[in-house]
């Protein structure tokens, strides 16, 4: 019987034993000084932890050595606040290979000298430097993304755009590679480009290995991008003033690049009508949507289609208060 065959049960055995083989090999890198590749991940109030935990699950599981650094050394508070206790303060972080800056709420990070003089040195000494989401912020704020391309969260590309305006922003891919320095989108993208970087590393063999083990589906390629959807084209309506005591609640929001539909539940003083009216108002001095006369519905013509943008009001789902205001987007029907 084929069983019996000394072939089949070796490789029978091997399959048995590879588990157990691979943590002791990930085992054995861990021991300090012995790692093919040390990363430094830098931590500080506000952190997205998607960002910095999903790149440590991956470079963990390359077998890298990764450690993470905040000012002091002392505990941060995450953006969904967690509390996490970093390895070093910035004065006793050993040298690193790759240097890792997560996003989240950066905006004292941006302002932070001393994170920012801790950014550039390491990045100088680094192979490598990669940014998750709004990480991109800081590292354009240490000067290090001044003339060359890079990308950010999808939500925040007009912010990033004004205040870093030499710096080529790329909207529609999931990381940016320009040698020493990647960037990546939001959030989940941080897995990909770390994966990426692993096998600038190491070969795609290993970086296909490590999304395997991490059961996670990686597209070498670029896969899903987020800036691509289509609610890139709703209108931003910064400068409308809200009545007071407006609240919105996001309900949902799906579609793809084609077709997006987002549902807010609304809490105002004010009418769904006069609501709608300021919306529109807002639509109308934005630009560049043209309106449809006497509708709530616009065209603009971008990317060789032309698109409809309509908006509306509906009634509250049952047990909640207020009114539903929804907006859509979709190209024009012929």
């Given at each position: 019987?084929?069983?019996?065959?000394?072939?089949?049960?070796?490789?029978?055995?091997?399959?048995?034993?590879?588990?157990?083989?691979?943590?002791?090999?990930?085992?054995?890198?861990?021991?300090?000084?012995?790692?093919?590749?040390?990363?430094?991940?830098?931590?500080?109030?506000?952190?997205?932890?998607?960002?910095?935990?999903?790149?440590?699950?991956?470079?963990?599981?390359?077998?890298?050595g990764v450690v993470t650094v905040s000012a002091n050394g002392q505990a941060v508070t995450t953006a969904m606040g967690l509390k996490v206790t970093p390895d070093h303060a910035y004065a006793d972080?050993?040298?690193?290979?790759?240097?890792?800056?997560?996003?989240?709420?950066?905006?004292?990070?941006?302002?932070?000298?001393?994170?920012?003089?801790?950014?550039?040195?390491?990045?100088?000494?680094?192979?490598?430097?990669?940014?998750?989401?709004?990480?991109?912020?800081?590292?354009?704020?240490?000067?290090?993304?001044?003339?060359?391309?890079?990308?950010?969260?999808?939500?925040?590309?007009?912010?990033?755009?004004?205040?870093?305006?030499?710096?080529?922003?790329?909207?529609?891919?999931?990381?940016?590679?320009?040698?020493?320095?990647?960037?990546?989108?939001?959030?989940?993208?941080?897995?990909?480009?770390?994966?990426?970087?692993?096998?600038?590393?190491?070969?795609?063999?290993?970086?296909?290995?490590?999304?395997?083990?991490?059961?996670?589906?990686?597209?070498?390629?670029?896969?899903?991008?987020?800036?691509?959807?289509?609610?890139?084209?709703?209108?931003?309506?910064?400068?409308?003033?809200?009545?007071?005591?407006?609240?919105?609640?996001?309900?949902?929001?799906?579609?793809?690049?084609?077709?997006?539909?987002?549902?807010?539940?609304?809490?105002?003083?004010?009418?769904?009508?006069?609501?709608?009216?300021?919306?529109?108002?807002?639509?109308?001095?934005?630009?560049?949507?043209?309106?449809?006369?006497?509708?709530?519905?616009?065209?603009?013509?971008?990317?060789?289609?032309?698109?409809?943008?309509?908006?509306?009001?509906?009634?509250?789902?049952?047990?909640?208060?207020?009114?539903?205001?929804?907006?859509?987007?979709?190209?024009?029907?012929?």
């Amino acid at each position: 019987m084929c069983a019996r065959h000394p072939v089949f049960l070796a490789l029978l055995l091997l399959s048995a034993l590879a588990p157990g083989l691979t943590q002791a090999a990930n085992a054995a890198r861990a021991q300090p000084g012995q790692m093919e590749v040390q990363v430094g991940i830098l931590l500080f109030d506000g952190v997205q932890i998607i960002d910095f935990a999903g790149p440590y699950e991956v470079f963990g599981a390359a077998g890298f050595g990764v450690v993470t650094v905040s000012a002091n050394g002392q505990a941060v508070t995450t953006a969904m606040g967690l509390k996490v206790t970093p390895d070093h303060a910035y004065a006793d972080t050993p040298e690193v290979d790759l240097l890792l800056v997560p996003g989240g709420e950066v905006d004292g990070a941006m302002g932070d000298a001393a994170l920012l003089d801790f950014v550039r040195a390491r990045s100088a000494s680094a192979r490598h430097t990669l940014s998750v989401c709004t990480g991109a912020h800081i590292l354009a704020s240490a000067g290090l993304l001044d003339g060359k391309q890079a990308t950010t969260f999808h939500g925040a590309f007009a912010e990033f755009e004004r205040l870093f305006p030499e710096v080529d922003l790329v909207r529609d891919r999931r990381w940016v590679d320009t040698g020493r320095i990647v960037t990546s989108a939001g959030l989940s993208s941080g897995l990909d480009a770390a994966l990426h970087l692993v096998s600038r590393l190491h070969g795609e063999a290993r970086a296909r290995s490590v999304a395997l083990r991490l059961e996670y589906d990686w597209q070498p390629e670029g896969g899903f991008v987020r800036g691509r959807m289509a609610d890139r084209l709703f209108p931003r309506l910064h400068a409308v003033s809200w009545p007071d005591g407006t609240r919105f609640q996001a309900l949902d929001a799906l579609g793809d690049t084609q077709h997006w539909r987002a549902r807010y539940l609304v809490d105002s003083s004010a009418e769904p009508e006069q609501l709608l009216a300021l919306v529109a108002d807002g639509v109308d001095d934005e630009g560049p949507w043209q309106r449809e006369s006497g509708a709530t519905v616009w065209q603009r013509s971008l990317e060789d289609h032309t698109w409809t943008l309509s908006l509306g009001t509906s009634e509250a789902p049952p047990g909640t208060e207020g009114y539903v205001m929804w907006l859509e987007v979709q190209p024009a029907r012929n």
